[in-house]
């Protein structure tokens, strides 16, 4: 069985740090690329960073610099390290694997239960 396991949320003053991981299990981790998205309440979902199986990186623009993808195939698990965070990063995170058609990212389809995260003075 498929699971995805995100831990790692929490609050956070403005400027400060997080690390999230996303442990996955029931699957081969290293064929897939990964993905991570946030919703924030009231808004839609959005992709906020993928890394593809050759470990190529991309970013919401409004994340890019401070936001570093990564993952670790032999603990099938991924990280998303978040830096300089803003009031405007709160949301819940949500990792997933999937593929890439073309330069688009599309996930599987599977979902983990998400980690919060909160930026407040």
């Known amino acids: 069985q498929v699971q995805l396991v995100e831990s790692g949320g929490g609050l956070v003053q403005p400027g400060g740090s997080l690390k999230l991981s996303c442990a996955i299990s029931?699957?081969?981790?290293?064929?897939?690329?990964m993905g991570w998205y946030r919703q924030a309440p009231g808004k839609e979902r959005e992709l906020v960073a993928t890394?593809?199986?050759?470990?190529?990186?991309d970013y919401l623009s409004s994340v890019k610099g401070r936001f570093t993808i990564s993952r670790d195939n032999a603990k099938n698990t991924g990280y998303l390290q978040m830096n300089s965070l803003q009031p405007e990063d709160t949301a819940d995170y949500y990792c997933?694997?999937?593929?890439?058609?073309?330069?688009?990212?599309?996930?599987?389809?599977?979902w983990g239960q998400g980690t919060q995260v909160t930026v407040s003075s």
């Open positions: 890394i593809s199986r050759s470990f190529s990186t």
């Open positions: 029931g699957t081969m981790f290293s064929s897939f690329a």
């Open positions: 997933t694997f999937g593929t890439f058609l073309g330069s688009k990212y599309s996930p599987t389809g599977r």
